[in-house]
């Protein structure tokens, strides 16, 4: 049922921006190129814009390296290399690049299935989470995107499993394999810097500095950010345009807590369909919440000492240092929200503490069996309606704007001879530049562009044809000035924290 999941409608959903930067830096392009080459004012076709989202010949993966070293340092190599690779074989298509993301994401099942068993040495556990993973349309919507969090979700799996192994085993081998998989971990996103930090609590508390397990954990640990420190030090040196996400901001604490409340149902079910339905929204979140806190409670109760223990410390050091960015946010103004792709350490402890207790509930021989089997049927049931209503729609809701993109999209179809004008500033990172990127796979072949960094490059609308209709796209005020014209709206404006305006002159 999960491979069914990751693997139907690949196409179906919006490429959205963030996507088109994996194809730009899988590519081997840089944001500077796409600006000083197709962004200079000139007329161009969308397949202009697709071309910077496809490998050239002459390209390799010194040029993927190179784009993200430049330009985008917060994402390490490891799974745009991946991409680079993947599109010489099957293709730039979004469906194409997707089953890249899917089959990554297979591999969290014999991973979770694998962490369980160090932890509990119960094959109970690890099957109930292994249910818990293939049903969730948390994870189904990671494994459908063309992004390395599917990936990263494997590694920081391996590196927990191999953590606790190597403890168990304390050899030269168990350790080596625990240094490979935490290595390719930070390789492939840096957050897993934040459970590393985890692992040395956690065995602290539990071996206290016993030599040959402190020391060959510190020798394993030292070799690996020693491995990691170029790409640490390029993160450094381009510190100034990390950007996680956590920039959203909400009227009130009310609305943040509702949003955290959301995205923990989001792990188990869907609950967007209902957020129109006020009351049924918050008996489901509610309940859930307190499902959750029971099987907590449980594995606090019940679970192995070691186990609860590295569980508990796993999700704290994953949660609370962006918590922290998310109060800092507090004290600046306004009440920033966490994307939950960053939390997927969490959401996996999270998991695996409900597998443990749905486990433990199973192995009873009392009422609390058929509890445990309600409660695990419920999950399993809701998570597959989930993810299938997930898969039948357009756009999901970690990418809201994509829903304006498309509505865009189909405005601009419906014109004859559109001619869309917009200005990419030059320390935009990204934002008008994935979206024109985005909207360049959903536009028809005969639309035109006209999009520059410098506003004085702009000739756009000299003698222009009497059927051309001129759009302008998230026209800023000084664009707006020198077109020295009066705009309608056309489209929808986006919802606030996007900016997807169209506009027709």
């Not at 922290?324 to 960053?342: A, D, F, Q, Y």
């Not at 520059?452 to 209709?469: C, E, G, L, M, R």
């Not at 056309?490 to 997807?500: R, S, Y």
């Amino acid at each position: 049922m999960g491979i069914i999941f990751r693997f139907s409608h690949l196409g179906a959903k919006v490429y959205w921006q963030d996507e088109s930067f994996t194809s730009l830096r899988g590519a081997g392009y840089t944001e500077a190129q796409l600006k000083s080459e197709a962004f200079n004012g000139g007329s161009i076709s969308p397949s202009t814009l697709l071309s910077y989202q496809r490998p050239q010949p002459q390209s390799g993966f010194s040029e993927t390296i190179h784009s993200l070293a430049l330009e985008d340092a917060q994402h390490p190599p490891v799974y745009y290399l991946l991409v680079r690779a993947w599109m010489s074989l099957f293709g730039s298509s979004p469906a194409a690049l997707r089953g890249l993301a899917a089959v990554c994401s297979l591999f969290a099942f014999p991973a979770i299935y694998w962490l369980c068993r160090e932890l509990f040495d119960t094959k109970l556990t690890g099957m109930v989470a292994i249910a818990v993973v293939v049903t969730s349309p948390f994870h189904l919507l990671y494994a459908q995107e063309s992004r390395e969090y599917s990936l990263w979700g494997v590694t920081i799996l391996l590196s927990a499993a191999t953590f606790i192994r190597a403890i168990r085993l304390n050899t030269v081998h168990s350790w080596l394999l625990y240094s490979l998989s935490t290595l390719i971990s930070l390789y492939t996103f840096p957050l897993t810097v934040f459970p590393i930090g985890g692992y040395c609590l956690y065995l602290l508390l539990q071996k206290g500095y016993q030599k040959p397990v402190f020391y060959n954990y510190l020798i394993a640990s030292g070799a690996t950010l020693f491995l990691f420190a170029p790409w640490l030090i390029i993160f450094a040196n381009n510190f100034n345009r990390v950007h996680l996400g956590v920039d959203q901001t909400f009227p009130s604490i009310k609305e943040a807590l509702t949003i955290w409340l959301t995205n923990l149902n989001r792990i188990f079910i869907n609950i967007d369909v209902l957020l129109y339905r006020q009351k049924l929204f918050l008996l489901i979140a509610i309940s859930t919440l307190l499902i959750v806190c029971y099987c907590i409670y449980r594995l606090i109760l019940k679970a192995p000492k070691p186990a609860k223990r590295f569980l508990l410390i796993w999700m704290a050091f994953t949660t609370l240092p962006l918590i922290t960015i998310m109060l800092m946010g507090k004290v600046m103004g306004g009440e920033p929200t966490i994307p939950p792709r960053l939390l997927t350490p969490a959401v996996f402890g999270l998991q695996i503490s409900v597998a443990y207790a749905f486990a433990d509930l199973l192995s009873q021989k009392n009422r609390l069996r058929l509890v445990g089997m309600g409660l695990t049927a419920l999950t399993i049931i809701t998570g597959v309606l989930s993810c299938g209503i997930l898969l039948n729609t357009d756009t999901v809701w970690s990418k809201r704007s994509d829903r304006y993109t498309l509505l865009m999209a189909k405005e601009i179809n419906q014109m004859e001879a559109p001619l869309l004008i917009a200005e990419v500033e030059p320390n935009d990172v990204g934002d008008r530049s994935g979206y024109l990127l985005s909207l360049s796979r959903l536009v028809a072949p005969d639309v035109r562009f006209k999009v520059a960094v410098n506003p004085d490059d702009f000739h756009p609308i000299d003698n222009p044809k009497s059927q051309d209709t001129i759009l302008l796209f998230q026209p800023t005020e000084e664009m707006n000035r020198r077109l020295g014209q009066l705009v309608t709206p056309l489209a929808p404006q986006p919802v606030e924290g996007t900016k997807t305006g169209l506009q027709r002159l």
